[in-house]
Structure formats: C-alpha cells, structure tokens
C-alpha cells in the first residue's frame, strides 16, 4: 500500500479515483475532479485506489488544508490508513500543522440521521489524532448561488502527539490563514471579523 500524487495514475485509474470523490461527496460538496488536480492530490494505491485526498497549502503559514477526503469503502480502516500516511506525508514535506472543515452537527435544519453522520465523522478524525477547535460562527462561502454551511474547524499537529491545544493568537491566525488562503477573504472581511469576535480572539 502506498500514497501517490494523482498525476502519477493513468488514465483508467484515474478515473477509479474520480467514482471515489464523486461517491463520497454529493454535488453540492464538490468541485470538478479536473480542479483538484490543480491542488495537491495524492491516492492511496493498494494494488488498485482505495482512498483520495487533496490539500492546499495556506501560504507560507507552514500549514496546509485538507479540502477533500474521502475512503473508497466505509468501516474497513482504509480512511484511518489514509489518514495515516496523508499525516506522515505532509510531515515529511515540512508542514507543521495539517487543518481541515467538516459540517456543523449543530446546524440548524439538519435531519437526526444526518447529525449522526457529522458526528461519527469527528469521532473518525479525533480518534485519528484531529482536534475540534473552539471556533464559533465559521462560516466560509460555498458556491454562489448557496447559503454558507455551518462548518467546524479540526486541525490535527504533524510534529508531536497528541496535538497540544491550539488557542488565542495561534487560533486567531489558524481562522484568519483559511479564510484568507482557502477561501479568498481577508481578514478584514466582516464574515472573518465576525467568526473572530464569536469566537472571543478578537
Ligand atoms: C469519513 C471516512 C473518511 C472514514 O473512513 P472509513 O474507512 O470508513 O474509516 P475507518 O474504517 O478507518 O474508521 C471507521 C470510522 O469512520 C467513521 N465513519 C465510517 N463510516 C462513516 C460514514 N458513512 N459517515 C461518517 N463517518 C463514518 C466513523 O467514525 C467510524 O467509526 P464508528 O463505526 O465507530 O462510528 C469515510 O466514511 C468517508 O470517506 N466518508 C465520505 C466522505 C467524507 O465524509 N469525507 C470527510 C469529509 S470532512
């Protein structure tokens, strides 16, 4: 089993890779698979792929954003194998520090069965080392004709175990670095200021 770069797969491939993201993500999630090979996109290969990520790094923050994520097949270890090397991976790149969103159980209008689901997917990620951060009223843009999701923040330290706390300044520019190098806000957008001030680090 190892972790590729998906410019390294062939075509057919390639196109395994591409039923993995689109099975794992309803439209509405996704961008086009042809974008993401413009980011940072690695497969977990296992005789055939079993699992894609792709990350971006924030700048010269010396950390990089997880965007997507997704196992070819639920319940069998592959996500926290990927997990795994993914970590090990931007470890050895140099990144200090590896953050990602998820949806907001909490979000209003959610059905039970799907806060369920948001809920076992950070249990996924703190059980893999992730931390669910003290970030309040996060609230990135989505496409432009959508309402912006109700999102949580993790981030998980790729130097030492278990991640230390992530707080006050840090935490301030950890929010202000994926606004601005994820999603194109500065810091002085009202939608930053806001989750800035919500989350007492102003
Ligand atoms: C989240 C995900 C990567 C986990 O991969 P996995 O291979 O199923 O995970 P593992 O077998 O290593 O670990 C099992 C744990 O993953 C989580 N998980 C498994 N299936 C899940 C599902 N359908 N939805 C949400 N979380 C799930 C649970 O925490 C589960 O533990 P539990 O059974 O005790 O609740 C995988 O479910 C997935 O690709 N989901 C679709 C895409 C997605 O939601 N990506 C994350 C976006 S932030």
Redesign the pocket.
Known sequence: MKLVAAESLETGDLELVRGIYE???PPHLRASFSSLLADRAYVLVDDAPI?FAVLRPLASTGWVFLR????????????????THLTGAMGEAGFTRMV????DPAESGVDAEEVV??N??I???E??GALLLPVESYLPPHGDDEEPHSLRLMAVDLNRAPTPPIVGDDLRALVEAVYEHRYGLSPADPVVRRTVVSSGLA
């Open positions: 099975d794992g993500f699992g997507y994520f997704v196992a070819g097949s639920r319940g069998r270890g592959v996500g926290s194998m990927l997990w990602h969103d998820v949806e689901v948001r076992r997917r249990s996924f990620y059980r893999n």
